[in-house]
């Protein structure tokens, strides 16, 4: 009973958050992108979070930052989870040392934690939303594969798949035949890395990489904590806050939905 | 010697990777094209861009470039900072301390109020422990920066208990023992936050794997033959368990690494933390590079040392 609720509020968020991300043009009362207002105001009717140090309103920016941190964290899930898989798989198919190289690649991934080497691929790379979703999907796959692999290793053995591989299927042609199995457990990784994602596009941004246009949560947090009187004359109330509260909620949200997927 | 091995091989495979990413990425100094060069040139003091050159010799045959980086590295010379102009393996040479010191006192902490806790919780098996566990993951998987941020706000500027960045007070210390004090009243905060981050993954750990050796039909034997409780958690439960928890700690050890990074640069503790948001900010590759290689070999060398204990505590791994 009580699972169901937690369950169903955690999508009744996502739901919303998505939702908001997809039309926020309609809630939002200014264009993020104008900064003609004075800046430093107070939360008034005008303006229901104040405006920042550039005279941006920093509620349509937060709106307009669900669309960017909600698009970044789901491509980048996307990409990651798919090249996972198929490691994962390509592990399973072949077996010999190919298996024992992808392995030693996730354990790597391990040892030097994901978000360094992330963090040293996004900063030599140019400040662009499409380089902060190929860096972090092209660095987060290793636990993925780590978990499909165990799971490919034992569907790999049913007989419908050794029929297919004596038929001399093609790799494409195993992971076809797979996919009904190994669907829920990459469903599962899939609502994982989501929240893994939208963690590192955070951590990213508050880094200082990343595209600087792109008005992730993350980086109003960053450009908060770079105005110089954020703590002390207490403009963090809905400065700072806000975002801080939204990628708490999003990451909260999706980590309850996927223990809830685990569990089943 | 098959550890050893292992090592070795996955230091190389790091060398490797620090190796190949610069100069497979489009837009850093690295992916060779001549106009990217000369920007730099004309960005970066003469000195600096010299010594930049004659370490990475972006005009040579690949080949050579990765046979000079292998000699470098050999060598620990991790090349020169673009930003502070020193060489890097000096750099951090001067700020790992601080954050093996903050590593080592969270772990140390993490495990010791984890494990009793885990042991303890899969002991009773009430549905408290579900509960705490629950609310446990929730926490776990809030960014460590944002934590630290709230945490910074409320007790550094709302109630003002803790000074809020650095490590020490510059200049007022005149002795040790003041000095010392200092260093505790800087340093509670972080390692407060990262024994909150790293605490649930330990006490997740224990508790599982406590909840399956409780079942082992020996506990349950030595509950027959009257063996006080104590005497069952102890010698029976935990030191069942003690290999399987050690063998995950590993990663524990590893990811705690992260977490320190993240709460140094909020609380602007001079450690590693701090030198890669520099790095990162100016785009110093040199250092990005030696803190990543250092990371690296920091990450093989504790699992090195985790896999000689597990196979101590039990030969069978």
Known sequence: MNKKITNKTAWAVIMS????????????????????????????????????????????????????????????????????????????????????????LTELFIIVPEIVVLLFFAALSKPEVYNTIFAIAFFSWSKVARII????????????????????????????????????????????????????????????????????????????????????????????????????????AVSVLAFDFERE | MKRVLKSLLYVSLIALLSFALPRLIPGSPLFISDSDLHVLNSALPAETFNSFKEYYAPDKPVIEQLAIYIRNLIHFDLGSSFYYKMPVAEIIAGRIGWTLFL??????????????????????????????????????????????????????????????????????????????IDIIKHSVLPIIILVLVELPPIFTLTYNVCSRTKEEPYVEMAHYYNI???????????????????????????????????????????????????A???????????????????????NFIFEMIIKKVNPRF
Request: net charge positive; aromatic share 14%.
């Open chain 2, 103 to 180: 590593s080592f006192v969270s772990i140390s902490i993490s495990s010791l109020l984890g494990i009793p806790m885990g042991l303890n919780t899969a002991r009773s098996g009430g549905k408290m422990g579900k509960y705490l566990l629950s609310f446990l993951m929730a926490l776990q998987s809030i960014p460590v920066f944002v934590l630290a941020i709230v945490f910074q706000l409320l007790f550094c500027f709302e109630f003002h208990l803790f000074p809020s960045s650095g490590a020490y007070t510059l200049g007022i210390n005149v002795n040790a023992v003041d000095f010392s």
């Open chain 1, 17 to 104: 958050m998505v939702f908001v991300g997809v039309f926020y043009p309609l809630f939002s009362p200014y264009n993020a992108a104008d900064f003609s207002f004075q800046p430093l105001m107070s939360p008034s009717q005008a303006h229901p979070l104040g405006t920042d140090e550039m005279g941006h309103d920093i509620f349509s920016t937060l709106l307009a930052g669900f669309r960017v941190t909600l698009g970044i964290a789901l491509a980048a899930a996307v990409i990651s989870t798919f090249i996972g898989t198929v490691m994962a798989v390509i592990c399973a198919y072949h077996k010999n040392w190919v298996d024992s190289l992808i392995v030693k």
């Open chain 1, 149 to 252: 692999r165990a799971k490919s290793i034992t569907v790999i053995e049913k007989e419908k798949i050794q029929y297919t591989l004596l038929l001399k299927g093609s790799l494409r042609d195993v992971l076809v035949k797979m996919w009904r199995e190994l669907y829920p457990a990459v469903a599962t990784m899939f609502i994982f890395q989501c929240s893994k994602a939208a963690v590192y596009e955070s951590t990213l941004a508050f880094f200082g990489i990343g595209d600087p246009l792109a008005k992730t949560w993350g980086r109003m947090i960053r450009t908060a904590l770079n105005y110089e009187g954020i703590f002390t004359d207490g403009t963090y109330l809905w400065y700072l806050l806000p975002p801080v509260a939204c990628i708490c909620i999003f990451v909260v």
């Open chain 2, 228 to 278: 006080s409780d104590s005497l069952i958690k102890f010698k029976y439960v935990l030191k069942n368990s003690l290999p399987e928890i050690l063998s995950k700690m590993n990663i524990q050890f590893l990811y705690a690494i992260s977490g320190i990074l993240f709460v140094e640069v909020v609380f602007s503790y001079p450690g590693g933390g701090t030198l890669l948001k520099v």
């Open chain 2, 280 to 302: 990162a900010s100016s785009r110093d590759y040199p250092l990005l590079q030696g803190i990543l290689l250092v990371t690296g070999f920091y990450g093989v060398t504790v």
